[in-house]
């Protein structure tokens, strides 16, 4: 069975591909299903890296470890790399409005 994925990268805001192979998800940002513009799926439910890792939550812990990358790695690194961080970051600065939102209702206990 096949899924297809939509990577949301800098120069390529929306490619959609089928399939997932080891690696796929390392430096992108993407999401399950097909979307095209102007049908874009929510911010909140966009994901980085091979372990899916959403990318609210991983500016969460940016925020927690006041930027320091070096400190997210060492307490995120098994299923994070590094390119994935680059990733959200760019994702990030297309959606903060959302994703600042989500992390400080989740601060507030949401």
Do not use: C
């Given at each position: 069975?096949?899924?297809?994925?939509?990577?949301?990268?800098?120069?390529?805001?929306?490619?959609?591909?089928?399939?997932?192979?080891?690696?796929?998800?390392?430096?992108?940002?993407?999401v399950?299903?097909s979307?095209f513009h102007?049908?874009?799926?929510?911010?909140?439910?966009?994901?980085?890296?091979?372990?899916?890792?959403?990318?609210?939550?991983?500016?969460?812990?940016?925020?927690?470890?006041?930027?320091d990358?070096?400190?997210?790695?060492?307490?995120?690194?098994?299923?994070?790399?590094?390119?994935?961080?680059?990733?959200?970051?760019?994702?990030?600065?297309?959606?903060?409005?959302?994703?600042?939102?989500?992390?400080?209702e989740?601060l507030?206990?949401?």
């Open positions: 069975m096949t899924q297809t994925f939509t990577y949301f990268q800098k120069d390529e805001p929306s490619q959609v591909m089928t399939g997932w192979g080891e690696g796929h998800g390392t430096g992108r940002a993407w399950r299903g979307y102007p049908d874009l799926p929510d911010p909140l439910s966009v994901r980085v890296g091979d372990g899916g890792t959403k990318v609210w939550q991983l500016m969460r812990w940016m925020n927690e470890y006041k930027q990358r070096q400190r997210v790695m060492h307490a995120y690194g098994t299923v994070l790399k590094p390119a994935d961080i680059d990733a959200a970051l760019v994702f990030y600065g297309e959606h903060q409005d959302v994703i600042d939102a989500r992390i400080a989740e507030a206990g949401g």
